[in-house]
């Protein structure tokens, strides 16, 4: 989200060249589908109940990432005009919060799961405390990167075109607080932790209905986020310098 809210014309510019770049060379050499990835951040940011696909458009983003979201939002109408007008196949995922092996856990560009494993494994070694931003209270779903590639191989495999979008996540929300003291309690962090509420929270509810997902991808069962912690903090520990450095 800080780096979101700080480099608000990089993202917009670089995202939504790369959109267009992708979506003109697919339809020069006609793929047999175009799967894109979005993000909960399209949907809008002021939703207090579960959200689904016909809710794209129907409100405005949060504005702390409404330069990401909307260009993530504009592959939604891509995928309709590219088909309408080319014959473009395509399908768009929209997955929940994002972790697991490879992701980026420099501070300023992590998601949050991954920021908050590397401030309470950076704090382990000094027994420091743990400065968290917010208030905690944000609810969030978060995915495995496994179960997202899972879905993207069901979606090669089993779709041709979608007009609309497929959200991909787990059904399941859990407070930013709740996130926190778990990966807490996993790596025997033993500090104090202080939550600024000066800071902005973002949005205060994202929890996507992945009912659509399971009638046109199958029975899917995503891990548990306990499941999924323990093994991205197995892999991220055991390469934590490396992990740390990649940008």
Known sequence: MPFDMENQGHVLSTNTRMNLNVFDFCRRVMPGKLVTIGSACAYSGYSDRDLTEHDFFNGRLHETVECHGFTKLWMIPAHRAYKSTFGLNGVHLVPANLYGPHDVYQIARAHVVAALMRKFTDALPTGADVHLMGDGTPVREFLHIGD???????????????????????????????????????????????????????????????????????????????????????????????ADARS
């Open 148 to 242: 997202l590639a899972e879905v993207i191989a069901r979606s090669v495999e089993r779709l041709t075109h979608e007009d609309v979008p497929i959200n991909v996540g787990t059904g399941v929300g859990h407070t930013i607080r709740e996130l926190a003291d778990a990966i807490a309690e996993k790596v025997h962090f033993r500090g104090r932790v202080h939550w600024d509420p000066a800071q902005a929270n973002g949005t205060q509810r994202k929890v996507m209905d992945v009912s659509r997902m399971h009638r046109l991808l199958g029975p899917f069962e995503p891990q548990s986020l306990s499941e999924g912690l323990d093994s991205t903090l197995t892999w991220y520990r055991e390469r934590k310098t490396l």
